[in-house]
């Protein structure tokens, strides 16, 4: 996606196109569909019942607030023409969408392919809110609401804006005449003859929600009872639906990603479903060698990895390829999800297991697997260059998040208090509950409509205290 928003003054203006139009339209919902519901209800079920509805509404909220965001400042800050640095674009040029609107004067409306700007706009707006909740799923259970509002807000303000444009803005890391692949294998008729390939996210959003998740779990902490008390996935069926409606989502972010209802997104399409395929058999293959049985969290969690571990490659590698770049994504993930309690860092959802590990290698697969470029045809500098950018990548990610994540420690403080943590975050930070039923373990309802634990809730609040 770099260089979107180049036009040749030579070239007549671009006409619409209706195909390209709706498909762009359908793409951009899709990518919305997997957001909410489908990673709410992926992270939902993986948590536990007690913080079910918290971890669902750190997909919600960051949603609703991005989506002010990206018009007011956003999109013209990743895809601005003012560039400043090679690291971000004036947030000023496009601010509230000015000069994209039908009928002004000057407006860019149209885009080359002939899909309006207005629905890139959208489009585009789908993927910062879808990266922002990722990193969601390193934190439940433990942190204030409104901290983590505060912290999307200058998160994807400092930390995916700046890396968009980098990437797809015609910043450092795109293969534009001023980035650093241009710098290391010269040019091309203008542009880096050995360009960065991220066709739709893979250091974007994967390894940089990823890295920020990595981030967090270390400045905020673990939950009480890490590593003590068991916090299983409290039901395994929300899980399997969110990963059902993820894959079927992905195929907007991927395919959709071409821009137009052409070869290169049906090539994105294919490569999608083989790869996600390869990777949910990978992740089971470890599983049942590892523990003696494939369960249905890891084919979920597998597929997972494999949308993550495609997305910067689906249009640059054959199906054959994109098999190779699942499958290892998915023994790959399934083996880095156990380094947490190695290491000792509380990455509640495995975020950082599944999207940073299984994004990293997508990035850096693509110099092994491109077709033309990677090394298995014979050309080692595609595997630099993906290197190059999936590393600085994760050192700008890191500094930047450090650098909100303390100062939001040090001013609104990240954890709730210790009682209501092990209480559960649902009733201390939304005054709700997910299964209120009145029934076997749902407790009661208080005369003020508060939630009181039963007996068997205070044994396992009891049981977390001492762990």
């Known amino acids: 996606m770099s260089s979107l928003l180049a036009f040749a003054a030579a070239e007549p203006p671009p006409t619409l196109d209706s195909g390209n139009t709706a498909w762009m339209l359908t793409s951009a919902a899709l990518v919305l569909f997997m957001t909410i519901p489908g990673l709410a209800l992926f992270y939902g079920g993986l948590n536990r019942s007690k913080g079910v509805l918290n971890m669902m509404m750190m997909s919600f909220g960051p949603f609703g607030l991005i989506g002010v965001i990206y018009v007011l400042w956003g999109y013209s800050m990743s895809f601005g023409s003012k560039d400043i640095g090679g690291i971000i674009a004036s947030p000023l040029e496009f601010w509230g969408l000015k000069g994209m609107l039908p009928g002004e004067p000057g407006a ?23 990266t922002v909740a990722l990193i969601s799923g390193a934190l439940s259970d433990r942190v204030k609401f409104s901290t983590w509002m505060v912290f999307s807000a200058l998160w994807v303000t400092l930390a995916y804006f700046p890396l968009a444009h980098m990437v797809w803005g015609g910043g450092l890391l795109s ?39 990595l981030v967090l779990a270390l400045i905020v902490g673990r939950r009480k009872g890490f590593g003590k008390v068991p916090m299983r996935p409290h039901n395994v069926t929300l899980v399997m639906l969110g990963s059902g409606i993820l894959w079927f989502g992905w195929y907007g972010f991927n395919a959709g990603s071409a821009l137009a209802a052409n070869d290169s997104a049906a090539l994105a399409w294919v490569n999608t479903t083989v790869a996600t395929c390869a990777a949910m058999l990978g992740w089971l293959v470890v599983e049942k060698l590892r523990e003696g049985h494939a369960t249905s969290v890891g084919a979920a969690s597998g597929i997972v990895a494999g949308l993550v571990a495609i997305t910067p490659a689906c249009g640059n590698v054959t199906p054959l390829g994109a098999i190779g770049v699942g499958v290892i994504a998915g023994a790959a993930a399934a083996m880095a ?4 309690y190695r290491l000792g860092f509380d990455d509640s959802l495995d975020v950082v297991g599944v999207h940073l590990v299984a994004g990293f290698w997508g990035t850096i697969s693509l110099g092994i697997f491109a077709r033309g470029t990677g090394l298995a045809y014979g050309d080692w500098r595609q595997l630099v260059v993906q290197l190059i950018i999936a590393l600085v990548a994760l050192v700008f990610t890191a500094v930047v998040t450090t650098v909100i994540a ?24 939304h005054a709700e509950s997910a299964y209120d039923f009145g029934g076997r373990g749902a407790g009661r309802v208080s005369p003020l409509g508060q939630h009181e634990p039963d007996a068997r809730h205070h044994h396992e609040i009891d049981s977390e205290v001492h762990a």
């Open 406 to 429: 303390l100062a939001l420690k040090a001013t609104m403080g990240w954890r709730i208090s210790e009682d209501d943590e092990v209480a559960g975050i649902d009733q201390a930070e």
């Open 337 to 340: 999800v156990g380094l947490k």
């Open 108 to 130: 860019t409306v149209l885009q080359d392919g002939g899909i309006p700007t207005l629905i890139f706009v959208g489009f585009q707006f789908t993927f910062a809110a879808i």
């Open 175 to 213: 293969g534009s005449a001023d980035g650093i692949a241009a710098k290391l294998f010269g040019l091309t008729d203008g542009a880096a003859t050995i360009a960065p390939i991220d066709f739709a996210g893979g250091t974007v959003v994967h390894i940089n929600a990823g890295m920020a998740g």
